[in-house]
Nanobody, 126 residues
Framework: QLQLVESGGGLVQPGGSLRLSCAAS????????IGWFRQAPGKEREGVSC????????NYVDSVKGRFTISRDNAKSTVYLHMNRLKVEDTAVYYC???????????????????WGQGTQVTVSS
């Protein structure tokens, strides 16, 4: 069973930065496209960004383009979400998940599979 563990959340002021980590347990992330998702209080979970396997093609939801960057370190079996110029509306629990796309194919957030992890809380507040 694929298991991913999110970390790196916290409390930050508007305009600040955080780096989230998504670490694989017991398997290598090399062959998996990975997506980041978030769920704000009272809202549905939404896809934020994803990265393909092999060629590291990336996609972002419009609300985070130019502020968030997704990257991966296959040697550490970890995918990162670098979040800059954070806004109050970025406050949410952030989750990562594998995506059911072929190796090197463009990532598609809608093709998430597996169970959700515990997520990591990001709070942007002054």
């Amino acid at each position: 069973q694929l298991q991913l563990v999110e970390s790196g959340g916290g409390l930050v002021q508007p305009g600040g930065s955080l780096r989230l980590s998504c670490a694989a347990s017991g398997f290598s992330l090399h062959y998996y496209a990975i997506g980041w998702f978030r769920q704000a209080p009272g809202k549905e979970r939404e896809g934020v960004s994803c990265i393909s396997s092999g060629v590291d093609t990336t996609n972002y939801v419009d609300s985070v383009k130019g502020r968030f960057t997704i990257s991966r370190d296959n040697a550490k079996s970890t995918v990162y979400l670098h979040m800059n110029r954070l806004k109050v509306e970025d406050t949410a629990v952030y989750y990562c998940a594998p995506l059911n796309v072929p190796f090197q194919a463009p990532c598609v957030l809608a093709l998430r599979f597996g169970s959700w992890g515990q997520g990591t809380q990001v709070t942007v507040s002054s």
